[in-house]
Nanobody
Framework: QVQLVESGGGLVQSGGSLRLSCTASGRIFNIATMGWHRQTPGKERELVAQ??????EYADNMKGRFTISRDTAQNTLYLQMTNLKPEDTAVYYC???????????WGQGTQVTVSS
């Protein structure tokens, strides 16, 4: 069983910063991708940033403001978000896709709200 637990969301003013954390536990082998997605009501979940192997990939509109990093020893993933905008308001999910079982796993999500 794989579990992902996110933390670090909250309310911030436009232009502010937040850092999200995601700690993974369980039978984690052969990671295909691990990263952050976000979703707003009525819209599909979209990629924010992820690691594919050692490579960090970003959605085009996230580059420069968001930075993904990880502590592999602690199985923890981070997302540093700067210069936040009201349109960044969403539930942010940590996601993990494994080669070992071909499944995708998701955390419970953490709400990020950016006020104007």
């Amino acid at each position: 069983q794989v579990q992902l637990v996110e933390s670090g969301g909250g309310l911030v003013q436009s232009g502010g910063s937040l850092r999200l954390s995601c700690t993974a536990s369980g039978r984690i082998f052969n990671i295909a991708t691990m990263g952050w997605h976000r979703q707003t009501p009525g819209k599909e979940r979209e990629l924010v940033a992820q690691f594919r192997g050692s490579n960090a990939e970003y959605a085009d509109n996230m580059k420069g403001r968001f930075t993904i990093s990880r502590d592999t020893a602690q199985n923890t993933l981070y997302l540093q978000m700067t210069n936040l905008k009201p349109e960044d308001t969403a539930v942010y999910y940590c996601g993990l896709h494994l080669y070992s079982d071909g499944r995708s796993y998701w955390g419970q999500g953490t709400q990020v709200t950016v006020s104007s």
